[in-house]
């Protein structure tokens, strides 16, 4: 029983990825018809975003220690990081150590100027073309922001811990009257769920309750007629894509200290990201959220050695195979709507 | 000649001529000098390009004809791979055995996984077919390992079965005896021009290849393809099921995806797991595209020029640079190769990935544009397509 | 297909003129992998020798290979006479003069494996087939290094494994013209089980994770022998997928186990991601059957240990080599190559080139680049100076046998590199076993093949 709970807590947790990426995914793919191959490293740039605000806190000025010495023989060089002569070696460390948090203030106005950028620059020449050209230009473009990051922070993982007060795990177990120590969760897990529901719930509140909302929903559904409305939808559809990268760029921020993020991280979430959105169906933002979490939740269930002792490989697969299943029973997946990527 | 008309039949001759020729074609640069970098004429990559064309025109019978994009077709290449390899073990070396096997269970398997993506169009079936490759790689790589020795790729072992295994065979693949790996150096000035037994074998199979998906783009089946396409719906009220059809397309693309994947173990006796990775089927996809979808020529293009990029810019290091800049004054040098080892090297990725913007955003239609528009230039009036594949040469979707 | 206009007639057209084409290829005969003057592959005619480095260049792994590039680099520097002269020093076999390879100048070329075995063939098929390469090494995963074995084993061109560390490279897939100087998974469990007993007691249960392909398998099995061996009970394994990021589901159920040991058979990013989910779930401070909760990472790496950055203090794990050593060859390497780079050198650089001048002087003792002679100068060749103290090339299966280091994760690094300190120097008889081992059998490797 408290196996079982654990893994729902961890479904929930990879559900929130998913739906984090899969939301900002739908929001271009389902609703603008853009296959968007470069989403991935959307989440990727959010994540070095962290990394980015983390080496600028760090920047250190270097002082020479002659006592010590360094692996040739050569005086130690310290580095002190600025913050620390500043604000004093305490807060300076404890600005250092809130970096992730710190980041999500950062990574906002920088992903949403690279939606903006990359929208205006290049996917709107794309609306109109068909669907393969998308996929090459977005896929060329995934591997130039890749290849470019690689450039900067070389290829290996790069450690961004969370703040050292959310290091430590809840114990569920002893609420529920379980034995302490049974089912305990990090909080930074916790953090990451809750973020990801706020963000998602702030999405669905923007599209459903503002006049902007209305348009770009109307737009999704009917863009022409829209257009004849004389509203001007392209520009709304610009801002929608700042805020797809914006969502994929902070689901890529708070996912750092759960992971350490390297420049692939976006090509590893990329296939994965697609089969959600569509498995949720096109063109369907709840779909999306959904497929999130449910994927989340079976591929944890999957990885437990019972299930893999019962079915070996199961856990390699288990993705696929529902999104196969789903397809097949719905045709449009969970809550796909009629028409939208259909030819 | 060959059921063609004459267009067809001059194109068709331009591309054998081109095929049995890649060796001279590719060996623009003397030995020796600088420029011999860029020199593409060995067998690994000639097979290579010979057989990702394969591989890319069967893809095309598929996308570019009926519209429908397969992100799958990874998974014909890997058991094809894997077939080949299969037969060297129980068998012995010779290629024929494995290859018709390749292609008759990679039909099957894209009978399978076709008959059932096929249910769903657009997007749905894109990610079926997805779905579909990745468990095979995912599979093969971890759980299958006993038959397909996973991560280390399946290979022969001198304690495999190889029942036919002769006296005097070669112990290298080979066709009744003529050893793939046979080279024959033609030294010519400062030239050398290298004829490989294993390219030719794979050229002349691409030929073949390449003169069925010509047959099926003229046929009347192929116009078919080309209406589901255009508009399903409309086939419906017109009272013709379409599903046979785009399932016999997908068997064929399945089955030269499975023919690619076996020449590939053909031509070196390894099958990777990684063969059946959603990359290579991305692979197969963006060169499609880059080279021009809908065309007969354009897979192939774009399948040469990915598959030169990638090995020939892999290996310009920073050393090969600086040898090439050395006239230039220290500090210009070490700035222009700084620059440009960015490009090169390790950062080959990087020129791909913009060569891919560059092709799409400055030529919609691919490799194949590019090369109308020069011949235009060129000849100053209305081009008529020369090597295009007539109606509906656009862009696919 | 119904409806296409095939005809009799067009068919047979077509095969005879397929079986014209087939005809054809019959009139090029000709050596097997070009080049053919000395009797062997790619024998070096003029007055330079070329060698094949091929490198992760592209994907997770792609700063162990520039590191391994690095150290390549530095290697033909020596060897040319340039530079400080580094292990040429130290190195018990004086052969090595400066004067590049049997007089000729060494050159290089490079080439991307991209971590698959086919990208690796066909990288290093390039290099043999275009630029004449007489000896291929390099790679960073066990996988590639097989694969690219097996294709130098066909095509006569001499092998020197870069970092591999499964068993099967000298195991069941050793062959004659392929050599690791890399240690395996049976040597970091026969070195690091005793140091485990030693610290963790010897009433432990170990649960392991295992990335799901062949190194996690063999690592997994060397691991569970030796620790069982100490009296240790394996309470379950369970495979993760090689694509696995996030572990959390596999770390959760650790924690419904009564086993107070984990350890994580993972390497690169999966050892990363694995280890900081472990440290994330609070498995270290956890107290079972009243001892503390353990972990162990079998085989270390430097580069990707600074992935998992605070995570590693105490953990305990192997490596091949470790900068800190203060053997004269050790101090001589991290010398050069730190005065190159700028900072210390990784177990894959060191390995890598110590396999580079282990080829250059078994070229210049055999008086040949032949492979097969250099086969016979590398088998059972004893050398020492080489930063790993006396060692052997043993003769059945191509492996060097020497001092295995057990490193723990350092509590209080000095500096970036800082980050492992070596606990114990395990002794060569320690980790030593019989080549028909069972985690090796099955394995034959054949006889050297010059090519041509």
Same mark, same amino acid.
């Not at chain 2, 390899?85 to 269970?105: E, S």
């Not at chain 2, 500090?331 to 080892?341: D, K, N, P, Q």
């Given at each position: 029983?408290?196996?079982?709970?654990?893994?729902?807590?961890?479904?929930?947790?990879?559900?929130?990825?998913?739906?984090?990426?899969?939301?900002?995914?739908?929001?271009?793919?389902?609703?603008?018809?853009? !296959?968007?191959?470069?989403?991935?490293?959307?989440?990727?740039?959010?994540?070095?975003?962290?990394?980015?605000?983390?080496?600028?806190?760090?920047?250190?000025?270097?002082?020479?220690?002659?006592?010590?010495?360094?692996?040739?023989?050569?005086?130690?060089?310290?580095?002190?990081?600025?913050? @620390?002569?500043?604000?004093?070696?305490?807060?300076?460390?404890?600005?250092?150590?809130?970096?992730?948090?710190?980041?999500?203030?950062?990574?906002?106005?920088?992903?949403?100027?690279?939606?903006?950028?990359? @929208?205006?620059?290049?996917?709107?020449?794309?609306?109109?073309?068909?669907?393969?050209?998308?996929?090459?230009?977005?896929?060329?473009?995934?591997?130039?922001?890749?290849?470019?990051?690689?450039?900067?922070?070389?290829?290996?993982?790069?450690?961004?811990?969370?703040?050292?007060a959310f290091s430590g795990s809840f114990d569920f177990g002893v609420l529920l009257g379980f034995e302490p120590n049974?089912?305990?969760?990090?909080?930074?897990?916790?953090?990451?769920?809750?973020?990801?529901?706020?963000?998602?719930?702030?999405?669905?509140?923007?599209?459903?309750?503002?006049?902007?909302?209305?348009?770009?929903?109307?737009?999704?559904?009917?863009?022409?007629?829209?257009?004849?409305?004389?509203?001007?939808?392209?520009?709304?559809?610009?801002?929608?894509?700042?805020?797809?990268?914006?969502?994929?760029?902070?689901?890529?921020?708070?996912?750092?200290?759960?992971?350490?993020?390297?420049?692939?991280?976006?090509?590893?979430?990329? !296939?994965?990201?697609?089969?959600?959105?569509?498995?949720?169906?096109?063109?369907?933002?709840?779909?999306?959220?959904?497929?999130?979490?449910?994927?989340?939740?079976?591929?944890?269930?999957?990885?437990?050695?019972?299930?893999?002792?019962?079915?070996?490989?199961?856990?390699?697969?288990?993705?696929?195979? !529902?999104?196969?299943?789903?397809?097949?029973?719905?045709?449009?997946?969970?809550?796909?709507?009629?028409?939208?990527?259909?030819? | 000649?060959?059921?063609?008309?004459?267009?067809?039949?001059?194109?068709?001759?331009?591309?054998?001529?081109?095929?049995?020729?890649?060796?001279?074609?590719?060996?623009?640069?003397?030995?020796?000098?600088?420029?011999?970098?860029?020199?593409?004429?060995?067998?690994?990559?000639?097979?290579?390009?010979?057989?990702?064309?394969?591989?890319?025109?069967?893809?095309?019978?598929?996308?570019?004809?009926?519209?429908?994009?397969?992100?799958?077709?990874?998974?014909?290449?890997?058991?094809?791979?894997?077939?080949?390899?299969?037969?060297?073990?129980?068998?012995?070396?010779?290629?024929?055995?494995?290859?018709?096997?390749?292609?008759?269970?990679?039909?099957?398997?894209?009978?399978?996984?076709?008959?059932?993506?096929?249910?769903?169009?657009?997007?749905?079936?894109?990610?079926?077919?997805?779905?579909?490759?990745?468990?095979?790689?995912?599979?093969?790589?971890?759980?299958?390992?006993?038959?397909?020795?996973?991560?280390?790729?399946?290979?022969?072992?001198?304690?495999?079965?190889?029942?036919?295994?002769?006296?005097?065979?070669?112990?290298?693949?080979?066709?009744?005896?003529?050893?793939?790996?046979?080279?024959?150096?033609?030294?010519?000035?400062?030239?050398?021009?290298?004829?490989?037994?294993?390219?030719?074998?794979?050229?002349?199979?691409?030929?073949?290849?390449?003169?069925?998906?010509?047959?099926?783009?003229?046929?009347?089946?192929?116009?078919?393809?080309?209406?589901?396409?255009?508009?399903?719906?409309?086939?419906?009220?017109?009272?013709?099921?379409?599903?046979?059809?785009?399932?016999?397309?997908?068997?064929?693309?399945?089955?030269?995806?499975?023919?690619?994947?076996?020449?590939?173990?053909?031509?070196?006796?390894?099958?990777?797991?990684?063969?059946?990775?959603?990359?290579?089927?991305?692979?197969?996809?963006?060169?499609?595209?880059?080279?021009?979808?809908?065309?007969?020529?354009?897979?192939?293009?774009?399948?040469?020029?990915?598959?030169?990029?990638?090995?020939?810019?892999?290996?310009?290091?920073?050393?090969?640079?600086?040898?090439?800049?050395?006239?230039?004054?220290?500090?210009?040098?070490?700035?222009?190769?700084?620059?440009?080892?960015?490009?090169?090297?390790?950062?080959?990725?990087?020129?791909?990935?913009?060569?891919?913007?560059?092709?799409?955003?400055?030529?919609?239609?691919?490799?194949?544009?590019?090369?109308?528009?020069?011949?235009?230039?060129?000849?100053?009036?209305?081009?008529?397509?020369?090597?295009?594949?007539a109606p509906g040469g656009a862009p696919a979707e | 297909m119904s409806k296409s206009n095939f005809t009799r007639r067009?068919?047979?057209?077509?095969?005879?003129?397929?079986?014209?084409?087939?005809?054809?290829?019959?009139?090029?005969?000709?050596?097997?992998?070009?080049?053919?003057?000395?009797?062997?592959?790619?024998?070096?005619?003029?007055?330079?020798?070329?060698?094949?480095?091929?490198?992760?260049?592209?994907?997770?792994?792609?700063?162990?290979?520039?590191?391994?590039?690095?150290?390549?680099?530095?290697?033909?520097?020596?060897?040319?006479?340039?530079?400080?002269?580094?292990?040429?020093?130290?190195?018990?076999?004086?052969?090595?003069?400066?004067?590049?390879?049997?007089?000729?100048?060494?050159?290089?070329?490079?080439?991307?494996?991209?971590?698959?075995?086919?990208?690796?063939?066909?990288?290093?098929?390039?290099?043999?087939?275009?630029?004449?390469?007489?000896?291929?090494?390099?790679?960073?995963?066990?996988?590639?290094?097989?694969?690219?074995?097996?294709?130098?084993?066909?095509?006569?061109?001499?092998?020197?494994?870069?970092?591999?560390?499964?068993?099967?490279?000298?195991?069941?897939?050793?062959?004659?013209?392929?050599?690791?100087?890399?240690?395996?998974?049976?040597?970091?469990?026969?070195?690091?089980?005793?140091?485990?007993?030693?610290?963790?007691?010897?009433?432990?249960?170990?649960?392991?994770?295992?990335?799901?392909?062949?190194?996690?398998?063999?690592?997994?099995?060397?691991?569970?022998?030796?620790?069982?061996?100490?009296?240790?009970?394996?309470?379950?394994?369970?495979?993760?997928?090689?694509?696995?990021?996030?572990?959390?589901?596999?770390?959760?159920?650790?924690?419904?186990?009564?086993?107070?040991?984990?350890?994580?058979?993972?390497?690169?990013?999966?050892?990363?991601?694995?280890?900081?989910?472990?440290v994330q779930f609070g498995l270290r401070d956890r107290i079972v059957n009243g001892k503390q909760f353990e972990i162990?990472?079998?085989?270390?790496?430097?580069?990707?240990?600074?992935?998992?950055?605070?995570?590693?203090?105490?953990?305990?794990?192997?490596?091949?080599?470790?900068?800190?050593?203060?053997?004269?060859?050790?101090?001589?390497?991290?010398?050069?190559?730190?005065?190159?780079?700028?900072?210390?050198?990784?177990?894959?650089?060191?390995?890598?080139?110590?396999?580079?001048?282990?080829?250059?002087?078994?070229?210049?003792?055999?008086?040949?680049?032949?492979?097969?002679?250099?086969?016979?100068?590398?088998?059972?060749?004893?050398?020492?100076?080489?930063?790993?103290?006396?060692?052997?090339?043993?003769?059945?299966?191509?492996?060097?046998?020497?001092?295995?280091?057990?490193?723990?994760?350092?509590?209080?690094?000095?500096?970036?590199?800082?980050?492992?300190?070596?606990?114990?120097?395990?002794?060569?008889?320690?980790?030593?076993?019989?080549?028909?081992?069972?985690?090796?059998?099955?394995?034959?490797?054949?006889?050297?093949?010059?090519?041509?």
């Amino acid at each position: 029983m408290d196996a079982i709970l654990l893994q729902i807590l961890n479904g929930l947790d990879k559900g929130s990825a998913y739906a984090l990426i899969a939301l900002g995914l739908t929001l271009i793919f389902g609703t603008l018809g853009v !296959v968007n191959f470069a989403h991935g490293a959307m989440f990727m740039i959010g994540a070095f975003c962290a990394v980015t605000l983390q080496r600028l806190l760090s920047l250190s000025y270097v002082t020479i220690d002659e006592s010590r010495t360094d692996f040739l023989g050569n005086p130690l060089k310290i580095r002190t990081p600025y913050v @620390e002569s500043w604000f004093g070696p305490e807060a300076g460390q404890a600005i250092i150590d809130w970096s992730v948090p710190l980041a999500i203030v950062f990574a906002i106005p920088v992903m949403v100027g690279l939606g903006f950028l990359m @929208e205006r620059g290049l996917i709107r020449h794309f609306y109109k073309r068909p669907h393969a050209d998308q996929i090459l230009v977005t896929f060329g473009l995934a591997i130039v922001l890749q290849e470019i990051v690689k450039f900067f922070f070389g290829a290996n993982p790069i450690p961004t811990p969370a703040p050292e007060a959310f290091s430590g795990s809840f114990d569920f177990g002893v609420l529920l009257g379980f034995e302490p120590n049974s089912i305990i969760y990090p909080y930074w897990r916790m953090i990451y769920f809750v973020f990801a529901l706020i963000i998602i719930g702030a999405v669905f509140a923007f599209l459903r309750f503002t006049t902007f909302g209305m348009v770009v929903r109307a737009g999704m559904v009917d863009r022409e007629t829209v257009g004849l409305l004389g509203i001007d939808i392209d520009r709304r559809f610009t801002v929608m894509f700042g805020i797809a990268a914006a969502v994929a760029g902070l689901a890529g921020v708070m996912y750092t200290p759960i992971n350490a993020p390297n420049f692939h991280m976006g090509m590893d979430f990329l !296939v994965l990201s697609f089969v959600v959105v569509v498995v949720g169906g096109m063109g369907s933002l709840p779909g999306g959220v959904l497929a999130g979490f449910l994927l989340g939740i079976l591929e944890s269930f999957a990885s437990m050695s019972q299930v893999i002792d019962l079915l070996p490989g199961i856990n390699q697969i288990i993705i696929f195979l !529902v999104a196969i299943v789903v397809l097949l029973v719905r045709p449009r997946g969970l809550m796909g709507r009629k028409g939208v990527m259909e030819e | 000649m060959f059921g063609l008309n004459r267009r067809d039949t001059r194109f068709l001759l331009i591309v054998i001529a081109l095929t049995l020729l890649t060796p001279f074609i590719l060996q623009p640069f003397p030995e020796g000098s600088a420029l011999a970098q860029f020199n593409a004429g060995y067998p690994d990559l000639m097979q290579r390009i010979a057989i990702f064309g394969i591989f890319a025109i069967g893809f095309n019978i598929l996308f570019g004809l009926t519209g429908y994009l397969s992100f799958g077709h990874a998974a014909f290449l890997g058991v094809g791979s894997y077939a080949v390899v299969w037969m060297y073990k129980l068998l012995d070396y010779n290629v024929l055995p494995g290859l018709v096997l390749a292609i008759v269970t990679s039909g099957l398997f894209a009978l399978a996984i076709g008959y059932l993506s096929l249910r769903r169009s657009g997007i749905y079936f894109s990610i079926l077919t997805l779905a579909f490759a990745q468990m095979s790689f995912n599979l093969a790589y971890s759980v299958l390992t006993p038959i397909t020795n996973g991560e280390t790729g399946l290979q022969v072992y001198t304690s495999d079965p190889q029942i036919l295994l002769g006296e005097n065979e070669p112990n290298v693949p080979h066709l009744f005896g003529l050893a793939m790996n046979e080279s024959y150096k033609l030294e010519l000035g400062g030239w050398v021009f290298t004829f490989n037994v294993g390219y030719y074998f794979t050229a002349v199979i691409a030929i073949l290849a390449f003169y069925l998906s010509l047959r099926i783009f003229r046929s009347p089946f192929g116009m078919m393809l080309r209406a589901v396409k255009s508009n399903q719906t409309r086939l419906h009220y017109t009272g013709v099921n379409p599903r046979p059809y785009t399932l016999a397309a997908f068997v064929i693309s399945g089955m030269y995806a499975g023919l690619a994947g076996g020449l590939l173990a053909a031509m070196d006796p390894l099958a990777g797991a990684e063969r059946m990775q959603w990359t290579e089927s991305g692979a197969v996809v963006i060169m499609t595209i880059l080279g021009g979808a809908g065309t007969l020529m354009g897979p192939v293009l774009g399948a040469g020029f990915i598959k030169y990029l990638e090995k020939i810019f892999s290996k310009i290091n920073e050393n090969i640079l600086e040898g090439w800049f050395a006239f230039l004054p220290e500090g210009m040098r070490e700035v222009v190769v700084w620059v440009l080892s960015r490009f090169t090297g390790e950062g080959w990725a990087l020129t791909l990935g913009l060569m891919f913007m560059l092709v799409v955003i400055f030529l919609p239609g691919g490799l194949m544009e590019g090369g109308r528009r020069i011949a235009a230039l060129f000849r100053r009036r209305p081009e008529t397509g020369k090597d295009d594949s007539a109606p509906g040469g656009a862009p696919a979707e | 297909m119904s409806k296409s206009n095939f005809t009799r007639r067009g068919l047979l057209r077509t095969g005879a003129a397929a079986g014209a084409g087939l005809a054809m290829p019959t009139i090029f005969t000709g050596a097997a992998w070009s080049g053919s003057h000395g009797g062997f592959t790619n024998a070096p005619t003029g007055s330079t020798v070329t060698l094949g480095f091929n490198v992760p260049q592209s994907g997770p792994y792609a700063d162990e290979g520039a590191d391994e590039l690095r150290a390549y680099m530095l290697a033909v520097e020596h060897l040319n006479g340039e530079g400080d002269g580094g292990m040429l020093n130290t190195f018990s076999s004086k052969t090595l003069d400066g004067t590049g390879i049997l007089g000729k100048k060494v050159e290089y070329v490079t080439g991307d494996t991209q971590t698959k075995s086919d990208a690796a063939r066909a990288s290093a098929r390039s290099m043999i087939e275009k630029d004449g390469a007489i000896m291929i090494t390099g790679g960073s995963s066990s996988g590639v290094a097989v694969a690219v074995q097996g294709l130098c084993q066909e095509a006569g061109i001499i092998f020197m494994a870069g970092l591999t560390h499964s068993n099967d490279t000298t195991g069941k897939d050793r062959k004659a013209n392929g050599f690791r100087h890399f240690f395996n998974s049976y040597m970091s469990g026969a070195a690091l089980a005793p140091v485990l007993a030693k610290a963790y007691g010897t009433d432990r249960k170990a649960y392991h994770l295992t990335a799901d392909y062949n190194w996690g398998y063999t690592t997994e099995e060397a691991i569970r022998a030796a620790t069982e061996a100490m009296g240790w009970e394996t309470v379950n394994t369970v495979k993760t997928p090689l694509t696995q990021t996030d572990f959390s589901s596999y770390i959760a159920p650790v924690l419904q186990s009564d086993a107070d040991v984990l350890v994580l058979n993972h390497y690169g990013g999966n050892m990363v991601n694995s280890l900081t989910n472990a440290v994330q779930f609070g498995l270290r401070d956890r107290i079972v059957n009243g001892k503390q909760f353990e972990i162990v990472v079998p085989l270390y790496s430097r580069l990707m240990a600074k992935g998992a950055g605070a995570n590693v203090k105490g953990i305990f794990g192997s490596t091949n080599w470790h900068w800190s050593l203060q053997d004269e060859g050790s101090k001589a390497f991290v010398k050069s190559f730190g005065t190159k780079y700028g900072f210390p050198p990784s177990q894959a650089a060191h390995t890598c080139y110590v396999q580079t001048l282990l080829y250059a002087d078994a070229v210049q003792r055999a008086g040949s680049f032949n492979p097969c002679a250099v086969v016979e100068a590398l088998e059972g060749f004893e050398f020492d100076g080489l930063g790993n103290g006396p060692t052997l090339y043993r003769a059945d299966d191509h492996q060097c046998f020497k001092d295995v280091l057990v490193v723990k994760g350092k509590e209080n690094p000095s500096s970036e590199f800082d980050l492992l300190e070596i606990v114990e120097i395990t002794p060569v008889e320690q980790v030593t076993y019989p080549p028909d081992h069972p985690q090796f059998a099955g394995g034959d490797l054949g006889t050297c093949n010059p090519g041509a």
